[in-house]
């Protein structure tokens, strides 16, 4: 496919997008109807899709347009990036049609990247500026900025089956160029070949897994001590139980809501070597659990870089939604946490709705609990966005 033919291709993807469907989906089903395009044209595609996604509103800005569409977003994109225009709107094979006239009165009067206002220049939605600037600080504006760009690739080594070192070499014999990453002790950014990484035995073999850098520093901050019971109550596909019973051998219990959500994580233990057991609600004991940690369901803000949609779709009533799930979630725990035990409450929201506030509104509901010690990741350190707070039995 030529350049201008993946454009048409975006272009057609993104309209699907923007009227509802998901990402991951709409791409998925372009590549199986469009067997012609090879590896480097899908990727190409995804890039132009995921691009356009995180800038959403700045590219539709810079082509003049009143509302997005697939066709506005990439005409915002090429006009960012400074490319020529008549050049991939030239209607020459699979490119896109030529610029009609109400689209050249649109660029006659749209902005340049220098005059548009900063919420639109860094792709912040109007009504969570407030909330952002509050919760980030003078970090406000660095950090949106970062989350216009692609999230790096991060593996975490399985420290229960080899060292960083050790798994650095084999994935370099495949190809796969990472880097260590200061974030996390277990931390490697991928540098090259990523693409590889689903059919590396490094993976198959449960070397390595992918996570976040952040998580899994928030990870390596939990108090694990050898033997603990460990309840992950909201388990979802395991990544974090998976990360602790590496690090620590111990009595490890998973829990979703949805049990479906879990239905990869025997799979994931078996390669990793872990012993992970998988309880319903009803066989949780009460009180029984050193450790109890909730990654609870929230709006997903500090991962806008790989799941740009989102940003666009949060809604404040599906924010107060969120806000009320989790404080339902929080007040649970101490049911299932042992007498001197520990609630390790995350996140991977920037918000202090979602983070901070929940911490301050649990501990003014719920006497005999205390904050331990909470932190804040942020793109600017490398990963996504993502808090944790450990609370303890005063």
């Known amino acids: 496919m030529t350049p201008a033919a993946r454009i048409g291709a975006a272009i057609e993807i993104l309209d699907q997008v923007i ?29 132009h899709v995921f691009d356009a996604l995180r800038c959403k509103r700045s590219f539709t800005a810079l082509s003049g347009a009143e509302v997005p569409s697939g066709r506005a977003l990439m005409i915002g994109a090429l006009r960012a990036s400074g490319d020529d225009l008549a050049a991939v709107f030239s209607g020459e094979g699979h490119a896109p049609a030529s610029l009609n006239e109400a689209e050249r009165q649109w660029l006659a009067t749209a902005p340049t990247p220098e005059d548009l206002s900063e919420a639109v220049a860094i792709d912040c939605p109007d009504w969570l500026v407030p909330a952002l600037r509050h919760a980030l600080g003078e970090d406000f504006a660095p950090i949106m900025k970062a989350m216009r760009d692609r999230a790096p690739v991060f593996l975490r080594v399985n420290a229960a089956r080899t060292t960083r070192d050790e798994a650095q070499g084999v994935l370099a014999r495949e190809g796969i160029q990472t880097r ?6 277990y931390a490697l950014e991928v540098t090259g070949n990523a693409r590889k990484l689903r059919n590396a035995a490094a993976y198959r073999d449960g070397l390595v897994e992918l996570q976040d850098a952040s998580p899994q520093a928030a990870v390596e901050a939990l108090p694990l001590r050898p033997g603990m019971r460990v309840l992950d109550y909201c388990a979802g596909g395991g ?6 019973a590496a690090r620590m051998p111990g009595h490890y219990v998973a829990h979703d809501a949805s049990v479906q959500r879990m239905r990869d994580l025997p799979e994931r233990a078996r390669r990793a070597g872990s012993k992970i057991e998988i309880r319903d609600r009803g066989g949780l004991s009460r009180q029984d659990f050193d450790l109890v940690l909730l990654d609870v369901p929230c709006s997903g803000s500090g991962t806008w870089r790989r799941q740009p949609d989102t940003k666009w779709t949060l809604t404040p009533e599906r924010l107060e939604e969120l806000v009320r799930l989790q404080a339902a979630i929080l007040d649970q725990a101490p049911a299932y946490t042992a007498p001197g035990g520990v609630i390790a409450y995350m996140t991977c929201s920037l918000l202090d709705a979602e983070n901070r506030s929940q911490i ?11 904050l331990s010690k909470e932190r804040l990741f942020t793109p600017i350190e490398g990963g996504d966005g993502f808090y944790s707070a450990l609370l303890t039995r005063a």
Not at 361 to 368: A, I, T
């Open 180 to 185: 260590p990453h200061p974030l996390a002790e």
């Open 239 to 244: 990544g974090k139980v998976l990360a602790m």
């Open 19 to 47: 009227a509802g469907a998901a990402a991951e989906q709409v791409l998925t089903s372009w590549g199986r109807s469009h067997r012609f395009a090879g590896s480097g044209d899908r990727a190409a595609i995804r890039d």
């Open 360 to 370: 301050h509104d649990f501990l003014s509901r719920n006497v005999g609990w205390q």
